[in-house]
């Protein structure tokens, strides 16, 4: 399996009323809480014993650069669509996040992106908060992450999603 966030919309964004407007809404804030973050993310290190037991556990600043979807370009962060990765030339991607304002109904139903941990998924957090800020009971938001906790990305998702809604 793996780390892995979990969206499904209720319904077609582009089929809820205003849906338009709240994807645009949701990318326009992702991309504001982006230069919050200004590239920087925490991840937590894990040193082990040689039984596997778990010996440390430190939080480090890395950087984090966001690619399109295969890890390589731009991503794509616009009113019709949140399409970016990791940074492929550093393997520091996985899978690719992928929301658009357009997407088919088996999309709609159930989404899912597995980050691996890897420093975009601060960016995927942050952007699932995004939608799920704008499209209230309209998207439904998991994550084998604990949210509450601030589990790899979450921790940090949430501290700039509070300052970009004050």
Request: proline share 3%; aromatic share 10%.
């Amino acid at each position: 399996m793996g780390y892995t966030h979990y969206w499904r919309f209720k319904n077609l964004p582009k089929n809820i009323e205003a849906g338009a407007e709240k994807f645009a809404a949701a990318s326009e804030l992702f991309q504001e809480g982006l230069k919050k973050l200004g590239g920087k993310c925490k991840v937590t290190r894990y040193e082990y014993n040689p039984d596997w037991s778990l010996k440390s556990a430190h939080e480090e600043e890395v950087p984090m650069i966001l690619r399109g979807s295969m890890g390589k370009g731009e991503p794509i962060i616009n009113d019709k669509a949140i399409i970016f990765n990791g940074d492929a030339s550093k393997d520091l991607d996985h899978e690719s996040f992928y929301v658009t304002l357009d997407c088919t109904a088996d999309e709609a139903r159930f989404s899912f992106c597995k980050t691996a941990r890897k420093p975009y998924d601060t960016a995927v957090c942050l952007a699932l908060l995004c939608l799920e800020h704008e499209f209230g009971d309209d998207i439904t938001v998991s994550s084998d992450g604990n949210r509450e906790s601030g589990e790899a990305g979450w921790g940090l998702a949430k501290e700039i999603f509070a300052e970009i809604t004050k």
